[in-house]
């Protein structure tokens, strides 16, 4: 703490790594406009020699779709592609986001994690978008490969998030995490994508069913 109050109002230095190199992390800077993979994350499940195309696809593209739709989330959208603090949208384009990221919040509003317990739509809206557009952006990926197997790529997408918490953690991660929770960011995600409905043939009445007028994409 002392040592970043020491570096108010002094000079940028645009040198300094503002993470620990080892940490198996990966993020979106909007004053630079760039998405950051951090070389520790770089390992299973996410990255090893020898992936399938949809293996990697699930792993470091997923979070490599996330980070780039960062750009484009809820607060990405009010940095132009210089970093500057800058609107750049036509009314009518930022109109029609605003009412899709509504939408997705609503959704998420509607979540039981447990009994009498709901997901804070607001909290996870920017996550939530960059989950589900990164999801979008492998799938657009998808079309165009042959013969491509979607269960795999959905199960290596799920064991990212395979996660054992305590019901205390995931509460406090409820209050103060703008991540959905790890399963939420497998099956809400999922939930979205009609190539998963056909992968499981999933439909009207099952567990994870979603009528397609209830799917939320902001992009
Ligand atoms: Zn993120």
Redo the contacts with the bound molecule.
């Keep these: 703490m002392k040592k970043n109050a020491e570096l108010t109002n002094g000079k940028v230095d645009k040198e300094i790594w503002g993470f620990d190199i080892l940490e198996a992390n990966?993020?979106?800077s909007a004053v630079d406009n760039s998405i950051n993979i951090i070389v520790g994350l770089l390992g299973e499940p996410f990255y090893y020699d020898g992936m399938s195309d949809e293996e990697l696809m699930g792993g470091i593209g997923m979070v490599i779709g996330?980070?780039i739709s960062?750009a484009f989330d809820t607060s990405g959208a009010q940095f132009d592609k210089d970093g500057n603090y800058a609107f750049w949208w036509t009314e009518e384009d930022y109109m029609a986001f605003m009412e899709r990221a509504q939408k997705l919040i609503d959704h998420y509003n509607t979540l039981t994690v447990w009994e009498g317990q709901n997901v804070l739509g607001d909290n996870v809206q920017?996550?939530a978008i960059?989950?589900i557009g990164g999801m979008k952006a492998m799938l657009t990926i998808a079309k165009g490969k042959d013969s491509f197997d979607y269960d795999k790529f959905f199960t290596s997408y799920a064991h990212i998030w395979a996660f054992i918490r305590t019901r205390e953690t995931e509460l406090q991660r409820i209050m103060q995490d703008?991540?959905p929770l790890p399963y939420m960011r497998t099956n809400v995600t999922v939930q979205q994508y009609q190539e998963f409905y056909d992968t499981y043939d999933i439909k009207e009445g099952d567990g994870m069913y979603l009528a397609p007028e209830e799917r939320v994409s902001v992009w």
């Design positions: 990966a993020y979106y996330h980070e960062h920017t996550e960059a989950d703008p991540h």
